[in-house]
């Protein structure tokens, strides 16, 4: 069971009409919450019955040792002058002038280093510990990574290399990118949306993606969990240059029932997928991760790859077990189509979900504590 599930998922919970409700059974509660997270998620689908069964059964087991029934405080109207300043000049439909307004920073030169040491066969584990050691946020979030409960070894390990070695070259390029990423808006906190849980969703989005590449026998899990972790950057993006666009998109899905691309693309002209992937390719990053994020809630219309849909299907799981980030937590419509194109198994996703609940607190710990420093 997740720590975290304690904390956040259960007060998300609660705020679902259910106040005064700690005196109910707790299956009941359980059952009443995830039907409100699933209320969009369309027509009945095996995978959905399998996600909705392990959430119940999580925010029943949470429950049952004494979480909490608070409900969450309500979102407050923005600030005119946050209103009038952030929206000014801002067009419906300009993605790259959106992406402009964002400023994303130049990847760091440690993640280039490793980038470039990984494209040549085999980097040895001396080579990576000495590029990961320029950065001592990285150093230190590597460190705790393997002498956490995710590796479980007897004697705690203390150099960089052996820690290297420990990890895997391939997930420690992720962990590179996680901690900068997670350190991205920081100095700027977006209004409308709640960093802590908005990391939360990403970091469990890219721990189930991994999850489910990893089950499927793809041959590189970790860009799994790199597309998971940045999937929403867009929104983040929205929340933090364009914040009553924002706040109006969240206001739809809540008066009108919408869906979030449904009333991004009736109030912004543009998805927050569309306005990652245009942000993100400032970095170079391979196209096949740009099409994962662009795509991520309709992936059959990124056939090359299953990365999209992956993401997509990761996505809407962790929300299930409400891990939510974007203000709009409910699930949506799986796209039947690509999910029907990849044969994935409700084993396959239950094995997925226990990695999500086993190892999400750790990660979250590691790749939060390295990106605050």
Not at 70 to 79: I, K, T, V, Y
Not at 323 to 335: A, I, N, R, S
Request: charged share 20%.
């Amino acid at each position: 069971m997740s720590d975290i599930l304690l904390g956040v998922v259960v007060p998300q919970a609660m705020g679902l009409g259910m106040q005064g409700g700690c005196g109910r059974d707790a299956q009941d509660l359980a059952e009443e919450a995830v039907a409100r997270r699933f209320r969009l998620s369309g027509a009945t689908h095996p995978l959905l019955s399998l996600l909705r069964r392990r959430a119940v059964d999580s925010l029943a087991q949470a429950l049952r040792d004494g979480a909490s029934c608070e409900p969450p405080a309500p979102r407050m109207p923005l600030p005119p002058e946050v209103t009038h300043e952030a929206n000014a000049g801002l067009v419906p439909g300009d993605i790259d002038g959106l992406a402009e307004r964002a400023r994303l920073p130049a990847l760091p030169q440690v993640f280039l280093e490793l980038q470039h040491a990984m494209e040549r066969e085999e980097p040895s584990y001396e080579e990576l510990a000495a590029i990961i050691s320029k950065d001592p946020r990285l150093a230190a979030s590597l460190l705790r990574l393997v002498n956490g409960p995710l590796f479980a070894f007897r004697a705690p390990v203390e150099t960089v290399t052996r820690a290297v070695a420990a990890a895997g070259t391939r997930r420690v390029t992720s962990l590179a990118l996680g901690t900068f990423v997670l350190g991205l808006f920081r100095e700027r906190p977006p209004h409308v949306v709640n960093l802590h849980d908005f990391w939360l969703h990403s970091v469990a989005t890219a721990l189930m993606a991994q999850a489910l590449a990893a089950r499927l026998g793809r041959d590189d899990p970790e860009r799994y969990f790199v597309a998971g972790l940045l999937h929403d950057m867009g929104w983040l993006a929205i929340c933090a240059v364009w914040p009553a666009g924002a706040e109006r998109v969240l206001d739809r899905c809540r008066d009108l029932g919408q869906t979030l691309t449904e009333a991004e693309r009736a109030e912004l002209g543009m998805t927050h997928g569309e306005l990652g992937a245009a942000m993100l390719r400032r970095w170079n990053l391979p196209a096949v991760l740009l099409g994962a994020v662009c795509h991520h809630h309709a992936p059959s219309e990124s056939p090359a790859s299953d990365e999209a849909l992956l993401v997509h299907l990761a996505d809407e799981a962790v929300k299930g077990f409400g891990f939510g980030g974007t203000g709009d937590d409910c699930v949506q419509p799986l796209d039947l189509d690509a999910v029907a194109a990849c044969n994935i198994s409700a084993h396959d996703l239950d094995a997925a979900c226990d990695a999500l609940l086993e190892g999400v607190d750790e990660m979250y710990a590691v790749l939060g504590a390295g990106a605050r420093g």
